[in-house]
T-cell receptor, first 111, second 116 residues
Framework: SQKIEQNSEALNIQEGKTATLTCNYT??????LQWYRQDPGRGPVFLLL?????KEKRKERLKVTFDTTLKQSLFHITASQPADSATYLC??????????FGPGTRLSVLP | SAVISQKPSRDICQRGTSLTIQCQVD?????MFWYRQQPGQSLTLIAT?????????ESGFVIDKFPISRPNLTFSTLTVSNMSPEDSSIYLC?????????????FGPGTRLTVL
């Protein structure tokens, strides 16, 4: 069955450093991979989408890579700020199908 | 983008009762999705609600327990029937940006349900 893993339940990082979150999957060949941010008590908010034929995507301080050979995506936040503290979810989908969400990583950026 | 509202935002219910959650979108969309997020866990898709047809349920979810209505392109309801404490969860609706399927998804704020 499909399985999505995200590195560690929680990640603590010092302000100004680069946070790197990992999303690994098995028994799946997604066409799309997305990253969402979720704050406590709120619904997830879309951040980035990357397609299977793309290696890297950037948006401001965010960068996502997608390695279909390793079955892995890395999500980087550069120059992290305390306001970046949240839970980050990866989600995978095939064409015309719904997204399957990973368990999430809770990021804390310490001042 | 789409703006999604849900009602109620939270509720505390007794075992054996039912609760209907409403989801309103500020634009017309073809597909709406209902998710459950249990405490400390990620999102699990319950069903996809298409206007004018029966909802499509994921494995482990059945229509008798989670009946869904989709009367028009901007509105849907999810009912949690005959509730038990195991149904305590956050229920979220979402829509895809294109309306044709799951590209970027926009989520409502969620309904926090506690079953005693």
């Amino acid at each position: 069955s499909q399985k999505i893993e995200q590195n560690s339940e929680a990640l603590n990082i010092q302000e100004g450093k680069t946070a790197t979150l990992t999303c690994n999957y098995t028994n799946y060949s997604p066409a799309y991979l997305q990253w969402y941010r979720q704050d406590p008590g709120r619904g997830p908010v879309f951040l980035l989408l990357i397609r299977e034929n793309e290696k890297e995507k950037r948006k401001e301080r965010l960068k996502v890579t997608f390695d279909t050979t390793l079955k892995q995506s890395l999500f980087h936040i550069t120059a992290s700020q305390p306001a970046d503290s949240a839970t980050y979810l990866c989600a995978l989908s095939n064409y015309g199908q719904n997204f399957v969400f990973g368990p999430g990583t809770r990021l804390s950026v310490l001042p | 983008s789409a703006v999604i509202s849900q009602k109620p935002s939270r509720d505390i219910c007794q075992r054996g009762t039912s609760l209907t959650i409403q989801c309103q979108v500020d634009s017309q969309v073809t597909m709406m999705f209902w998710y459950r997020q249990q405490p400390g866990q990620s999102l699990t898709l319950i069903a996809t609600a298409n206007q004018g047809s029966e909802a499509t349920y994921e494995s482990g979810f059945v229509i008798d327990k989670f009946p869904i209505s989709r009367p028009n392109l901007t509105f849907s309801t999810l009912t949690v029937s005959n509730m038990s404490p195991e149904d305590s969860s956050i229920y979220l609706c979402s829509v895809g940006s294109s309306g044709r399927g799951p590209d970027e998804q926009f989520f409502g704020p969620g309904t926090r349900l506690t079953v005693l």
